[in-house]
């Protein structure tokens, strides 16, 4: 521990130079910043997002209910640059009160309905589709468990472990030790589950994988923070096996490629409109002055 220690006043007040990554965009109140209204596409679904391991959760879901052969689930997926602030347009907004990606318009009702929250967007389609979540009540319910534990569990992951050991303007001991000893309870969680079941939730493939694996999937294969050898992923065999073989899934590498804006070009799909874009339209086929 350093001698550098933080005494909060008797009121905070919000300092908008606090520097880190993403201090620019952090703000203490909610609402939009400017007007602006989303586009709307021509399928059923719009989806505004961006390829981060929330925003994929609703792009993998997609692409795995088109690759049942589910026409009905046919999407639009437009960017949401976050980075930017889009998530505080009027419109966003108005889909999403809490100005945070994915969001989910279904048109299929009128007026279309809203869906926030990328779990509440997973479990949204699942029930409509009768895909990827068991009907057995028990089968049903640990999809269920540890659906809402990645809810409950990724925020130490992201706004905690991976802030401080990652984007902060300042590496602490403190915050760095918790985060990862609360990180590492996780992935011991997980790799005791996944010892004895294929699956998060047992044999089958459910909601409960597309919500937990773009976070632990890509923690211990290290796609996000860099910090594979720092919480010696490979011990957690069981959570590598799994995260090996749920990033096989056609339709997940699809996913991962929609509304991507970094990486190989060849694997980034700004916007997707139609099955065809992913041969047709990723940004090494588009010319310098096309889509960005």
Do not use: C
Request: charged share 25%.
């Amino acid at each position: 521990m350093t001698d550098d220690t933080y005494t909060p006043p008797r009121v905070w007040k919000w300092d908008a130079e606090s520097g880190g990554a993403f201090s620019q965009i952090n703000r203490p109140i909610a609402g939009p910043t400017h007007e602006k209204e989303l586009p709307v596409g021509e399928h059923p679904f719009q989806v505004y997002s961006l390829a981060t391991p929330n925003g994929v959760k609703a792009t993998i879901m997609f692409e795995e209910l088109l690759a049942k052969g589910i026409k009905e689930a046919e999407y639009d997926a437009w960017l949401i640059r976050i980075t930017e602030g889009e998530q505080f347009g009027s419109g966003f907004v108005n889909a999403n009160p809490n100005s945070k990606i994915p969001a989910m318009m279904d048109h299929t009702h009128t007026p279309a309905v809203r869906v926030f929250e990328s779990g509440s967007i997973l479990l949204y389609l699942a029930e409509k589709f009768g895909e990827f979540l068991p009907m057995d009540i028990v089968a049903r319910t640990e999809t269920m468990n540890w659906l809402f534990w990645q809810m409950g569990s990724a925020p130490f992951l992201g706004g905690g472990f991976g802030h401080f050991y990652a984007y902060a303007p300042e590496k602490y001991e403190y915050p760095i030790n918790r985060y990862t000893m609360e990180v590492k309870r996780q992935l011991d969680a997980l790799d005791r589950q996944l010892a004895d079941n294929r699956y998060i939730a047992g044999d089958e493939y459910t909601i409960a994988d597309m919500a937990i694996w773009p976070w632990y999937g890509a923690l211990v294969k290290n796609k996000v923070y860099e910090a594979a050898e720092f919480l010696e992923a490979h011990t957690y065999k069981n959570v590598v096996r799994w995260a090996d073989e749920i990033a096989e899934r056609p339709a997940v590498k699809r996913g991962l490629m929609v509304n991507r804006t970094w990486g190989e070009e060849s694997r980034q799909l700004h916007e997707r409109h139609d099955a065809s874009d992913f041969e047709l339209r990723t940004q090494d086929k588009l010319e310098p002055s096309g889509e960005k």
